[in-house]
C-alpha cells in the first residue's frame, strides 16, 4: 500500500515522501484496510521495529485534520521524551506538540494549545483527578506498550486510565500499540478493538543459541571463531566485524559492569583512531557531568568503545550512552532489561547472557517469554542491518534444548489485569470517587465493569474488594460515612496529589501524634509510606542501622518490636532509606553515597524525586488538617529537591548554581542574590568559571558585568572546571 493512496492531507503525504517513506509495511497496511484512518478503535500487536509508530502518527494525523486533538500515553519518561522528540518533526505541518510527565498535582491547562500531548501513564491519570478541562477534547487516544497492564506496578493505572478515557469521551478513538502477546484477541475485545496481529519484521530475525562455538537458529547453523575464553566476547567480535553493533542484556548491574569493562580492551583494538577521538568526547562529556566512581568507570569503557547502561545512572549519562550507540560510536552496550522497555535502539545482534532473574520470592528465576522476545526484538536495525541476530548461551546440550523449547519455539505469555487487590484498586476507586465518576456503590461497580479486569475475571471477587476499600476509607476519613459515596475535603486532596490514600493517612497520623518533628521524624515519615522506593538492607547493613535506630529511638514514630521480624526488617529499610535522604540534604557528596549505600546516582536521585513529592503531599495535608509541620515540611522538600542545606536555598533558586557551586558560592561570603549583585564579576569568574559566571549574572540583571568577565589564568581555569558535578549542570 502506497503513502500516495493514503486518506491523508496532500502534505502529510509529502511529509513522509520527503523521509524516505514510500510504502507501508504488511501489517501497517492491515491496520489502514481495518478502519486505522476511519476512527476505528485498534490493537496492534506486532514486534518491535515494525512500524508500530508509525500507525500512531497517521491516526493522529488524520484526526488532528478534522480538528481533534492526540494524547500519546507512554509507560516511562525517557520514552515520552524520545517520543516527544519526533513529534517535533511535525511542526512543518503546523502541528503543536507538548509533554506532560512533570508535578502530579499540576493540570497543565496550557498544553490544552497542542494538537499531539505526549505524557506518561500516571501523569494522565493525574490530569484526570485534577480535572484538566483539554482532556475532553481528545479525539485520539494511543497506549503505547499497551501489554505492561500486565505489570503490577504501573498495570493498574493505565487500565483505569483508558476506562476512564473511555467513559468520558466516548467516541475517542483508541489505538493500542502492543508487543506479540498470547491473548491479544482478549485485549482488543476488551478495547472494542480492531486486530492486527503479526509478525513481520522489515529486517529478518534470527534467533538461535550457541553451543560450543557454533550459532544454532531454526533452520541453519553458523560457525563462531573462538580467540578468547568468553562465548559472549567472541560473538561481539564476530559482529564487530561484520560491520554490527552489539546490546548485551545481563541479569544485574554487576554483571552489565563487569561484561563492559571485559570486553573493553578487545572492542578497542578493532576501532579505528577517527573513532576513539568521538569517543574521547563522549568520554570527557561522561566526566562534566559526573564525579562518581560509577561515572569514571563507564567513562574508561566509552573510550573504548563500549558501555554499560541501567537504572543507577542518571539520565544525562544514559543518554550520553545512547547517543554514542545510535552514532555508531559505540559499538557495544552492556545493559539491565531498562534498555528493552520500549526505547528505540536496534542492533545487528542482541545477546542474552543470562535469561534467569533474581527474585526474592524464589531466587534465581527463568525470565517470561514476553521479555526474552523484546529484547530479541531489539536486533536488527531497519534500512540499516540485511539481518538481526538474538542469541541465548547454553553451557549443555540439556541447557540448548531447554532455550529452544521455552524461548525461540515458544509463544509469549498471556496478559493478566492485576487491578483486583486492595493494595492496587484503593487508589483508583477513591480517584473514581472524587471525580465524580461514581456516586453510589451499583456506579462505582458499574465503573468498574469496564476494566479488563472485570472482562477477564466476570466481576468475580470484586465486590468484596471494593467495600474492603471504600471501608478503608471511611474510617480515615476521606469519604464521608454516608450510603451515597462523597469525598471529603481530604479525600479530594488525596486524590489530587496523587497518593496511595493509605500513605496520607500514615502521615496524617504521623503528623497528629508526633510530638517533636525533626529532620529524621519527617523523612522517616515519608519513608514508612507504600509510594516511596525503599533500599534494599544488604547483611552488612542490620548492625549499623539497629544501633543508629536505637541512638535515635525518639526521633521516630513508633519502632516497631524486634522480635517481629518481618515488620522491624522492614522498619530498618525505612530507615536506611531515610539516613540516604538524610545525607543528600547535608551534602555528603555522591560518591560518598553511592559508595555508602551500594546503590547508583541515579538511585539517589530517583528516590528524591519521590520524597520530595510526597513531602509536598504532606505539607498540603498538614495545612489542611491543621496539623503541624507545614513550614518544615515546606523546608524539607525544597532542601531534597537541591541535596543541600538551608543556607543555600537562595543561592540554589539561581539556574546554573548547583549544591556544590552554591557551598562554594557561600564559603566565599557570596550568600545570597543580593551579594552576588555587588560581587566582582572576576572573582565570581574565578570560583565558576567564566560561561556560569555569565549565566549567574544574566539571570540577576546584571547583564553589563558580562563584559567584565574573562577566562580566568591556566592554573585557575582548572580549578575552576575541576570542581564541576551533575548537581552543577
Not at 26 to 37: F, I, N, R, T
Request: hydrophobic share 40%; glycine share 6%.
Amino acid at each position: 500500500m502506497k503513502i500516495e493512496s493514503l486518506d491523508l492531507p496532500d502534505e502529510v503525504k509529502r511529509f513522509y515522501l520527503d523521509s524516505g517513506i514510500l510504502e507501508l509495511y504488511p501489517p501497517q497496511a492491515e491496520a489502514v484496510e481495518k478502519g486505522l484512518l476511519k476512527g476505528r478503535n485498534l490493537l496492534a500487536a506486532i514486534p518491535t521495529a515494525s512500524g508500530k509508530t508509525l500507525l500512531a502518527e497517521l491516526a493522529m494525523l488524520k484526526s488532528i485534520q478534522a480538528g481533534g486533538k492526540a494524547l500519546y500515553i507512554v509507560p516511562l519518561r525517557a520514552l515520552a521524551s524520545e517520543k516527544f522528540r519526533r513529534f517535533q518533526e511535525f511542526a512543518e505541518l503546523g502541528v503543536r506538540v507538548g509533554i506532560s510527565t512533570g508535578d502530579y498535582d499540576q493540570r497543565d491547562e496550557g498544553l490544552g494549545v497542542n494538537d499531539i500531548i505526549v505524557a506518561t501513564s500516571e501523569k494522565t491519570d493525574s490530569l484526570l483527578r485534577n480535572e484538566t478541562a483539554w482532556m475532553q477534547d481528545i479525539s485520539v487516544v494511543v497506549a503505547d506498550e499497551v501489554h505492561l497492564i500486565d505489570s503490577a506496578d504501573r498495570g493498574p493505572t493505565l487500565e483505569v486510565t483508558l476506562a476512564k478515557l473511555r467513559k468520558m469521551n466516548p467516541s475517542c478513538q483508541i489505538l493500542a500499540l502492543s508487543a506479540t502477546v498470547g491473548n491479544a484477541d482478549e485485549l482488543a475485545a476488551w478495547l472494542e478493538a480492531e486486530l492486527v496481529v503479526s509478525e513481520w519484521r522489515p529486517t529478518e530475525l534470527l534467533e538461535g543459541v550457541l553451543l560450543n562455538g557454533i550459532f544454532y537458529c531454526k533452520d541453519k547453523e553458523k560457525l563462531v571463531e573462538q580467540p578468547t575464553k568468553d562465548e559472549a566476547i567472541n560473538l561481539v567480535l564476530d559482529t564487530l566485524k561484520e560491520g554490527g553493533q552489539c546490546l548485551v542484556f545481563e541479569s544485574s548491574r554487576k554483571n552489565c559492569m563487569s561484561f563492559a569493562k571485559k570486553a573493553a580492551s578487545t572492542v578497542k583494538k578493532m576501532s579505528s583512531i577517527e573513532n576513539r577521538e568521538a569517543l574521547a568526547r563522549i568520554a570527557d562529556e561522561v566526566l562534566e557531568n559526573s564525579e562518581t566512581d560509577t561515572s569514571t568507570t563507564l567513562a574508561a569503557c566509552i573510550r573504548s568503545g563500549t558501555a554499560f547502561h541501567h537504572a543507577g545512572l542518571t539520565t544525562p549519562l544514559r543518554e550520553l550512552v545512547e547517543d554514542g550507540f545510535r552514532e555508531g560510536k559505540i559499538k557495544l552496550i552492556s545493559s539491565t532489561p531498562t534498555l528493552a522497555a520500549g526505547l528505540n535502539l536496534p542492533a545487528r545482534r542482541v545477546i542474552i547472557r543470562s535469561y534467569r532473574r533474581y527474585s526474592s520470592e524464589n531466587g534465581m528465576k527463568p525470565i517470561p517469554v514476553l521479555e526474552y522476545k523484546q529484547m530479541a526484538g531489539r536486533a536488527g536495525r531497519p534500512r540499516l542491518d540485511p539481518y538481526g541476530e538474538a542469541v541465548l548461551l547454553a553451557k549443555s546440550n540439556e541447557e540448548f534444548i531447554f532455550l529452544f523449547e521455552n524461548y525461540i519455539e515458544a509463544e509469549a505469555e498471556d496478559i493478566w489485569s492485576k487491578l483486583g487487590t486492595e493494595n492496587a484498586l484503593r487508589t483508583h476507586v477513591l480517584s473514581t470517587i472524587a471525580n465524580g465518576f461514581a456516586r453510589t456503590k451499583g456506579e462505582l461497580m458499574e465503573f468498574l465493569e469496564a476494566t479488563f479486569f472485570a472482562f477477564q475475571y466476570s466481576n468475580f471477587g470484586l465486590s468484596t474488594v471494593v467495600d474492603e476499600c471504600l471501608g478503608f476509607l471511611r474510617k480515615e476519613g476521606m469519604l464521608e460515612d454516608s450510603e451515597a459515596l462523597v469525598p471529603t475535603s481530604f479525600g479530594k486532596l488525596v486524590s489530587k496529589l496523587y497518593l496511595d490514600p493509605l500513605s496520607a493517612a500514615i502521615i496524617a497520623k504521623g503528623l497528629r501524634e508526633a510530638e517533636n518533628l525533626t529532620e529524621l521524624t519527617l523523612l522517616h515519615l515519608v519513608c514508612s509510606t507504600p509510594d516511596m522506593r525503599l533500599l534494599y538492607m544488604r547483611s552488612q547493613d542490620y548492625q549499623d542501622i539497629n544501633d543508629y535506630v536505637m541512638a535515635h529511638a525518639g526521633e521516630f514514630a513508633k519502632v516497631p518490636n524486634p522480635f517481629n521480624i518481618t515488620e522491624y526488617e522492614w522498619f530498618l529499610g525505612e530507615v536506611k532509606t531515610s539516613l540516604l535522604l538524610l545525607d543528600w540534604i547535608r551534602e555528603r557528596s555522591e560518591n560518598d553515597i553511592c559508595s555508602k549505600f551500594g546503590i547508583g546516582e541515579g538511585d539517589i536521585r530517583a528516590i528524591a524525586d519521590i520524597a520530595e513529592w510526597i513531602m509536598h503531599v504532606a505539607a498540603q495535608l498538614a495545612r489542611l488538617l491543621d496539623f503541624k509541620g507545614v513550614k518544615e515540611a515546606s523546608e524539607l522538600e525544597k532542601r531534597i529537591h537541591y541535596g543541600a542545606g538551608p543556607e543555600l536555598m537562595e543561592l540554589l533558586d539561581i539556574r546554573s548554581i548547583g549544591r556544590v557551586r552554591a557551598r562554594k558560592l557561600y564559603e566565599a561570603g557570596f550568600r545570597s542574590t543580593a551579594d552576588l549583585s555587588g560581587a566582582s564579576p572576576e572573582k565570581v569568574a574565578v570560583l565558576m568559571g567564566p560561561k556560569i559566571a555569565e549565566k549567574i549574572f544574566k539571570q540577576i540583571g546584571r547583564k553589563e558585568a558580562v563584559n567584565e568577565i574573562t577566562d580566568p589564568e591556566p592554573s585557575q581555569k582548572g580549578f575552576a572546571a575541576g570542581q564541576r558535578t551533575i548537581n552543577d549542570y
